[in-house]
């Protein structure tokens, strides 16, 4: 079957460094993608990896390894407004979206 | 977890049709549905947000008669794309919300092509 992992709750402190993992078993991949989400609001778009590397996007960074199955996305000088929702999702071969169950990040002051 | 299906996974359509895609929650009350649409290798781009019983609300540059979102209970919402062509062609995604929680439950996507 197809599955996508990530925790379900990180907490960090204000100004400091968090990176959420993802990893993923699916059938085919055509890209891995990460998103936000505050609650009660639509998701927004942070980042979308289809080679490999680390694509860096001001304070998020997302990284990929496709021979691992695995991505993460790395918040740097955490703000009180990162408290929020992420999300890792990958299109499979059948350009099928594959969402992970996403992981809820709170941040303390 | 909760439950997003979404229906069809895939559609081919003729060009002047219309489609309709549904979005069920299946174990919990959807009080909010957001509907997407994803081009190639892009960002979903928010189409409407629609709430149970009420009229939805469409993002700036949405046609509203062309996509028409129906919200009409707390499990199911519809996204009809009349008079398809060609360039709505794209990969269509709901997603569902309590309204209270950060959790996001998204439906498996549908693939509109129009020929």
């Known amino acids: 079957g197809q599955n996508i992992d990530q925790p379900t709750e990180m907490t960090a402190t204000e100004g400091a460094i968090v990176q959420i993992n993802c990893t993923y078993q699916?059938?085919?991949?055509?890209?891995l993608f990460w998103y936000q989400q505050h609650a009660g609001e639509a998701p927004t778009f942070l980042s979308y990896?289809?080679l490999d590397g680390l694509e860096e996007k001001g304070r998020f960074s997302s990284f990929l390894s496709r021979s691992k199955g695995y991505s993460y996305l790395l918040l740097k000088e955490l703000q009180m407004k990162d408290s929020a929702s992420y999300l890792c999702?990958?299109?499979?071969?059948?350009?099928?979206?594959?969402w992970g169950a996403g992981t809820k990040l709170i941040i303390k002051p | 977890g909760a439950v997003v299906s979404q229906h069809p996974s895939r559609v081919i359509c003729k060009s002047g049709t219309s489609v309709k895609i549904e979005c069920r929650s299946l174990?919990?009350?959807?009080?909010?549905m957001f509907w997407y649409r994803q081009f190639p290798k892009q960002s979903l781009m928010l189409m409407a947000t629609?709430?149970?019983?009420?009229?939805?609300?469409?993002e700036q540059g949405v046609e509203k008669d062309k996509f028409l979102i129906n919200h009409a209970s707390l499990t199911l919402s519809t996204l009809t794309v009349t008079s398809a062509h060609p360039e709505d062609s794209s990969f269509y995604i709901c997603?569902?919300?309590?309204?209270?929680?950060?959790?996001?439950?998204f439906g498996q996507g549908t693939r509109l092509t129009v020929v």
């Open positions: 997603s569902a919300g309590t309204g209270s929680t950060t959790e996001a439950f």
């Open positions: 174990d919990f009350q959807a009080t909010t």
């Open positions: 629609s709430n149970e019983g009420s009229k939805a609300t469409y």
């Open positions: 699916t059938s085919g991949f055509n890209g």
């Open positions: 990896n289809v």
């Open positions: 999702a990958v299109i499979d071969s059948n350009y099928q979206l594959i």
